[in-house]
């Protein structure tokens, strides 16, 4: 079977999501069609709060046909291939769709396997993760039965949702173990592969100061390469080199590494690294003028996170309303990303930053200090943005 539409969407999380309600606004009639093979849309930045026994990690799903914009085809199946020379990709049910316009926006790959045994661990033998809806309440349940020892933190090389999330849940966890008292029985460990605690430097200047008065014992440029779950070890390389260090841990939360979705980086939509590669500006693929990326899975050189995307959205239908029209693309992305950097359960540093990594933030104060006001943003004021706001083109 074949099927053709005048716009694909490909991924129903924030972007694709976005990018199609945005279009049915500005195009009602529009010939629309979402593919995703999801039962279920998830508010992924609610995790970290979900980890550390703030909300429960139900708060964070809803029904994926509940999100889907009105006007628009859901496809719920799978993409297998891209044929961008004619104008087609096939799903794993065996059919072919036909485009005159595609905007690939499915998301990150996690690379469990990636680490052996990290796979296997998850959920036994004290090690856990944020880094999705099965897996989240392992975290709470490590937090909150930990009776002191090591808790290790780890951060991997290469791009993940939200690069300040990795440490996010490390602050909450030393927030917890000091309100329970046991603190002094702690050692914490953050094991980030990079050789700075966050590319911003006004943010990080911040961190810094949480973690010296936090006391947390921070490993620049190391990376977890492997898990012994039955052992309780964390193995730890230096990045580009040949060092490693055995951690004999009693608490792991790991950040699993991340990349492309093999469907994208196996096709020639993707570059070099498997992303699809897109003009940062523009967000316009650079060899097929059809095409359009945005979102996590996309090239473009920010953090990836949903404040990311809700830039990147208005700036992608504008270029592919005009291409529709035969016009110039004249919108253009700055590469404006957020991370809401929570460093306690009352704290929390609202970073807003460009592709040059200069602050572009938000609020007439300064943002790189430590507000309660802002976690009450995180906890209840970007989660209704997100629902009501984002998800229907209006924010």
Avoid at 316 to 322: F, G, H, M, P, T
Wanted: glycine share 8%; proline share 6%.
């Amino acid at each position: 079977m074949s099927t053709h539409h005048h716009i694909v969407v490909v991924g129903g999380g924030a972007a694709g999501i976005s990018v199609t309600s945005r279009l049915l606004r500005a195009l009602p009639d529009v010939d629309i069609a979402v593919i995703d093979p999801a039962t279920y849309h998830y508010y992924q930045p609610m995790w970290t709060l979900a980890g550390g026994g703030i909300f429960p990690r139900e708060n964070s799903r809803r029904n994926e046909e509940d999100v889907i914009p009105v006007g628009a085809q859901w496809l719920q199946d799978a993409v297998e291939s891209f044929d961008p020379e004619n104008n087609l990709l096939r799903i794993h049910g065996g059919s072919q769709v036909s485009y005159d316009f595609l905007v690939v926006a499915p998301g990150l790959q996690i690379n469990w396997d990636a680490i052996p045994g990290l796979r296997e661990s998850i959920g036994n033998n004290g090690v856990c993760s944020n880094y999705s809806f099965e897996t989240v309440q392992s975290t709470w349940d490590n937090i909150r039965n930990f009776q002191g020892g090591t808790a290790l933190f780890t951060h991997p090389v290469g791009a993940v949702k939200c690069g300040g999330a990795p440490q996010k849940i490390c602050y909450l966890a030393e927030d917890y173990f000091r309100r329970a008292g046991i603190r002094d029985r702690c050692n914490i460990v953050f094991s980030i592969a990079k050789n700075v605690i966050f590319d911003s430097p006004r943010y990080a200047q911040t961190l810094l100061q949480v973690v010296e008065r936090k006391e947390i014992d921070v490993r620049y440029s190391m990376e977890l390469k492997e898990v012994r779950g039955e052992q309780r070890q964390a193995v730890l390389q230096q990045v580009g080199g040949d060092e490693r260090v055995v951690i004999d841990y009693d608490m792991l939360h790991v950040t699993p590494p991340m990349g492309p979705p093999d469907f994208v980086a196996n096709s020639p939509l993707g570059d070099e690294s498997g992303w699809v590669d897109v003009d940062k500006h523009t967000l316009q693929h650079t060899r097929y003028p059809n095409v359009f990326g945005l979102g996590d899975a996309s090239s473009l050189p920010t953090s990836k996170t949903a404040a990311a995307i809700r830039k990147q959205a208005p700036t992608l239908v504008a270029n592919l309303l005009a291409a529709i029209d035969g016009e110039p693309l004249r919108a253009s992305y700055d590469g404006y990303t957020s991370c809401p950097l929570v460093t306690g359960y009352n704290s929390m540093v609202l970073a807003e930053f460009d592709y040059d990594k200069q602050p572009q933030e938000t609020f007439p104060f300064d943002q790189s200090e430590e507000r309660f006001s802002m976690m009450l943003l995180k906890e209840y004021g970007l989660p209704a943005l997100y629902w009501h706001g984002m998800l229907k083109g209006r924010a």
